[in-house]
């Protein structure tokens, strides 16, 4: 039995629906009951838990051949992410208690980034599931093409593509959410031991260039990248209600300055099979359904 959190979103999706597939059995751990019917379905077990409650957790993790865990993003977080390190602690407990035979464990690109930023959240529960003594993957994504769904209303309505990563001609690692999903299910299924880092990004790097190329013939009209200066963005961030900004802006920095990138430029990283133009043909097919 594998224990998927984050079941209900892109990722945990993709791997839970990969490995029924494959007929592995699956447990889904859910916040919300409402959100079983789709996975019970599929056959599948239900656990209800709170990614901060140990005792529920560790009673989802329990008698798991493997678990995946998918912990929380926080796009606005309190300094020093607390609400990331009360996830952390909650998890690191529940799996020594549960005990599961194997945890990978979602990450990112950047993981072992030298300065603080957004992507920090991860660096810190790699530094403390690092103690368990469970065999553990830590899968290391780069950036997720689907980001560019905050930018189908501007690509659409204005032929703009207005970017923060820079300059718009280079290419970063980016990778598709159901490459994620495929490749965690492939790790979690495999045996090993000790601790491991699998860094993932799609069959090429992409640009801002590349994404507005993408976004034109996926709408059938000129799209052209906009880049938006870098002493705007405390101001635009604030205006979108963000309380603390800079970690984000840091994490934006380290993409463009190069100090986020894999351990070596992405030559030894799996590589994804999903076309980034199939990802933007997918979300502007999906924003012209939700408009109808």
């Not at 996830?87 to 035979?101: F, N, T």
Request: glycine content about 8%; charged content about 25%.
């Amino acid at each position: 039995m594998y224990a998927i959190t984050g079941i209900t979103g892109k990722v945990g999706g993709a791997l839970a629906r990969e490995l029924i597939a494959n007929r592995q059995p699956v447990r889904a751990i859910l916040r919300n009951e409402a959100k079983a019917a789709e996975w019970l379905e599929r056959g599948c077990d239900i656990a209800l838990a709170e990614m901060d409650d140990e005792k529920s957790l560790a009673a989802a993790f329990s008698g798991a051949d493997g678990v995946f865990i998918l912990p929380p993003s926080e796009f606005d977080p309190e300094p020093g992410f607390p609400e990331a390190r009360r996830v952390i602690e909650a998890v690191g407990a529940a799996l020594s208690k549960g005990r599961p035979g194997k945890v990978v464990c979602l990450s990112t690109i950047g993981a072992d980034a030298p300065y603080e930023n957004l992507l920090s959240q991860r660096t810190l529960m790699e530094q403390a599931l690092s103690n368990l003594d469970l065999p553990l993957t830590f899968l290391r994504p780069g950036w997720f093409v689907e980001n560019a769904l905050w930018d189908v209303p501007s690509a659409r309505d204005e032929g703009l593509l207005r970017s923060f990563l820079h300059p718009a001609d280079k290419a970063f690692p980016m990778v598709a959410t159901p490459d994620v999903g495929k490749c965690a299910a492939a790790l979690l299924t495999e045996d090993w031991s000790g601790i491991r880092i699998v860094e993932l990004e799609g069959p090429v790097r992409v640009s801002p260039n590349d994404l507005a190329r993408a976004f034109a013939k996926a709408l059938e009209r000129p799209v052209r990248v906009e880049i938006v200066p870098r002493e705007s963005w405390e101001e635009i961030f604030r205006a979108e209600g963000a309380r603390n900004p800079l970690p984000r802006i840091r994490m934006l920095d380290g993409f463009n300055e190069g100090w986020i990138e894999f351990r070596d430029q992405g030559r030894s990283a799996v590589k994804g099979t999903t076309p980034f133009e199939t990802v933007i043909r997918e979300l502007v097919r999906e924003s012209r359904f939700q408009a109808g």
